[in-house]
């Protein structure tokens, strides 16, 4: 089985900076493109950054300059800084990440989502 973990939320003042962090176990042969995406309340969850494999970033443009998407291969974990905090930050975040993992016979690749971490930003 493969399990995602996000970490590092919490509340913080409007300007401030968190560091979430997405950590993947099981039995994981590789890690694929990993999203962070984020669900105010009432409104659809959307991507706020993405990191292929190779390190290639995207940002959603109300991030831009303030989130920076990281990954640690060797440490199966993502890492999400964010500086500069607004209000309108406020959300639920979470992980998704394409992993390619040891099966019962074989190699099996799925897309997995982690449980979240609430980000509070107050003005």
């Known amino acids: 089985q493969v399990q995602l973990v996000e970490s590092g939320g919490g509340l913080v003042q409007a300007g401030g900076s968190l560091r979430l962090s997405c950590v993947a176990s099981?039995?994981?042969?590789?890690?694929?493109?990993v999203g962070w995406y984020r669900q105010a309340p009432g409104k659809q969850r959307v991507l706020v950054a993405e990191i292929t494999s190779g390190g290639r970033t995207n940002y959603a443009d109300s991030v831009k300059g303030r989130l920076s998407i990281s990954r640690d291969n060797a440490k199966n974990t993502v890492y999400l800084p964010m500086s500069n905090l607004k209000p309108e930050d406020t959300a639920p975040y979470y992980c998704?990440?394409?992993?390619?993992?040891?099966?019962?016979?074989?190699?099996?690749?799925?897309?997995?989502w982690g449980q979240g971490t609430q980000v509070t930003v107050s003005s």
């Open positions: 998704n990440a394409l992993i390619t993992y040891y099966a019962a016979t074989t190699d099996a690749k799925g897309r997995y």
């Open positions: 099981g039995d994981i042969i590789s890690i694929n493109d």
